[in-house]
Nanobody, 128 residues
Framework: QVKMVESGGGLVQPGGSLRLSCEFS????????MGWFRQAPGKEREGVSG???????TYSADSVKGRFTISRDVKNTVYLQMTDLKPEDTAMYYC??????????????????????WGQGTLVTVSS
């Protein structure tokens, strides 16, 4: 069973930076990517960034291109480096394990994935 632990959220001023981390384990056989999603109060959850664990291909929503960068280390941690943060980036940020198969479909930019599991989330607040 997939386990994910997110960290790195907090309060930051507009224009500031944060780095989120997602340590994962127990990926399923068909899991091949990890993603970051966010949900602001009163809004639907949206895909932010994703990375293919096999070949390093990255995926990004238009709203964060040029500001957010997803990466991974050689072990089992995925990072989301966020720069030039804006108040509209305020949200709960969730890590997700993404799969080739499954009924729950999610999207990051123009790319769709099957969702295997969500992490518990980490809160990012951008405010002066």
């Amino acid at each position: 069973q997939v386990k994910m632990v997110e960290s790195g959220g907090g309060l930051v001023q507009p224009g500031g930076s944060l780095r989120l981390s997602c340590e994962f384990s127990g990926l399923g056989y068909y899991d091949y990517a990890m993603g970051w999603f966010r949900q602001a109060p009163g809004k639907e959850r949206e895909g932010v960034s994703g990375i293919n664990l096999d070949d390093g291909t990255t995926y990004s929503a238009d709203s964060v291109k040029g500001r957010f960068t997803i990466s991974r280390d050689v072990k089992n941690t995925v990072y989301l480096q966020m720069t030039d943060l804006k108040p509209e980036d305020t949200a709960m940020y969730y890590c997700a394990a993404l799969s080739h198969t499954g009924d729950n479909i999610v999207q990051i930019g123009d790319t769709v994935f099957a969702l295997d599991a969500w992490g518990q989330g980490t809160l990012v607040t951008v405010s002066s």
